[in-house]
């Protein structure tokens, strides 16, 4: 293995920046319940029993309070790898300080204040059709309008303590990033079965070394 794979970086921690939006958001919808019901068709080697779907019409509205919807704001890693370093321990931030970068580079925002809302608009809103489809109720449901306002909209811009590093393998570079608070890791990695097998091993050679790398910056990465 050693001939096939080799460490094409050190782990570096890095603080990711982040936007967090709040909104007090309250909606209008309208559409329509659907509760299945069974039918018998046909006869002799022909009977059979179907579903068939009753339909009417649902409208109301539906109210929902966010807190701290969370959008990447770098470009630096693919969004699929970052989104599911989560949870953070967002009740825990601190303001900021700059001994708390210390040893830890610190990236700048590349995502607009504007385009970051766009996304967490589109976050809450799939909350907001949950929420919908839970009061329409029934088997299945059909969404024709939904109209919703935000009120109250509040940002803050945050950093975010990960470590990040990479290995190559026969001679492609694979990323990963790893959560400093949870140690949840996330990345690239070989698509073989044989390759995933060595990811893990390198995985529990990680989990050790974060370990000692948190043990060491705790006090910077609350």
Not at 83 to 90: F, I, K, Q, S
Not at 106 to 129: C, D, H, N, W
Not at 181 to 203: C, F, N, S, Y
Not at 206 to 222: P, V
């Amino acid at each position: 293995m050693r001939r096939h794979t080799t460490a094409d970086e050190q782990f570096k921690g890095v603080y990711l920046p982040y936007w967090t939006y709040d909104a007090d958001t309250k909606s209008r919808y309208e559409g329509f319940r659907g509760d299945e019901y069974t039918v018998t068709v046909g006869s002799g080697e022909n009977k059979r029993t179907e579903t068939r779907v009753r339909w009417t019409p649902a409208n109301g509205r539906t109210a929902r309070i966010f807190d701290d919807v969370l959008v990447p704001s770098s470009h630096s890693l693919p969004s699929k790898y970052l989104a599911r370093l989560t949870p953070w321990d967002l009740e825990n931030q601190r303001p900021y300080a700059d001994e708390y970068l210390a040893g830890y580079i610190s990236e700048a925002y590349q995502v607009p204040l504007s385009e970051g809302f766009t996304e967490a608009k589109r976050i809450m809103q799939l909350a907001i059709e949950g929420d919908v489809r839970r009061k329409i109720g029934g088997d299945r449901q059909r969404i024709t309008l939904l109209d919703t306002h935000y009120d109250d909209t509040t940002f803050k811009h945050v950093l975010l303590p990960t470590y990040l590093s990479a290995f190559r393998w026969k001679g492609k570079v694979y990323r990963f990033v790893v959560n400093a608070r949870t140690g949840e890791v996330q990345g690239e990695r070989p698509t073989a079965w044989w390759k995933v097998v060595l990811l893990v091993l390198l995985g529990l050679l990680i989990g050790g070394s974060i370990l000692f790398l948190f043990a060491m910056t705790g006090e910077t990465t609350g």
